[in-house]
């Protein structure tokens, strides 16, 4: 059965200090792995998207990388506007698979 | 462009009353995603269409749920009847293909059903 988990399920910070989100990921043709941000009360909001295994993408203060069973998604000094929940998921065959999520709390 | 726009916002509603969902996607979208998000399931697909066809259905929970997409500029989604188990936030996304990897979503209709 196609699954993703994601872990820790929150996460709380002190401004500046790093740390990295895991998503690992069982599923069988994996066509793309996505990292998605969400606020409170908004829809989730397009981050990256990983295709194969050594990929590593970045934007300001996030990278991810893709491995063969996990992504991370790793947080260098953040800052409190970092704080959300970040999703994770897969695109097996047309569909998506989300994972739970990490909620991140960064304290100024 | 706007982005996604979904209507209405919020929604609370009497158990037993029907409860429709409206999604206007991204011009130019060729497909178009229904998730519900909870506390206890996460993020879960609901349906897609396809060139306003729907492709998978699988993630609809019952009879009860039904979505329809007339044109490429508009889809519903259908509860009748509701029950307080359907309380969820739903949302619409769409993208470029159904092969596109990013998806667009709005920002979720809040259904409270008592």
């Known amino acids: 059965e196609d699954q993703v988990t994601q872990s820790p399920e929150a996460l709380r910070l002190q401004e500046g200090e790093s740390s990295s989100l895991n998503c690992s990921y069982t599923v069988s043709g994996l066509r793309g792995l996505f990292w998605y941000r969400q606020d409170p009360g908004k829809g989730p909001e397009f981050l990256f998207t990983l295709y194969s295994a050594g990929e590593e993408k970045e934007k300001e203060r996030l990278k991810a990388t893709l491995t063969k069973k996990e992504s991370f998604l790793h947080i260098t000094a953040p800052k409190p506007e970092d704080s959300a929940t970040y999703l994770c998921a897969v695109q097996a065959g047309f569909k998506t698979i989300f994972g739970a999520g990490t909620r991140l709390f960064v304290k100024a | 462009d706007a982005g996604v726009i979904q209507s209405p916002r919020h929604e609370v509603t009497e158990m037993g009353q029907e409860v429709t969902l409206r999604c206007k996607p991204i011009s130019g979208h060729n497909s178009l995603f229904w998730y519900r998000q909870t506390m206890m399931r996460g993020l879960e697909l609901l349906i897609y269409?396809?060139?306003?066809?729907?492709?998978?259905d699988s993630g609809m929970p019952e009879d009860r749920f039904s979505a329809k997409m007339p044109n490429a500029s508009f889809s519903t989604l259908k509860i009748q009847p509701s029950e307080p188990r359907d309380s969820a936030v739903y949302f619409c996304?769409?993208?470029?293909?159904?092969?596109?990897?990013?998806?667009?979503f709005g920002q979720g209709t809040r259904l409270t059903v008592v």
């Open positions: 996304a769409s993208s470029l293909t159904a092969a596109s990897t990013e998806a667009f």
């Open positions: 269409f396809n060139n306003n066809v729907p492709i998978d």
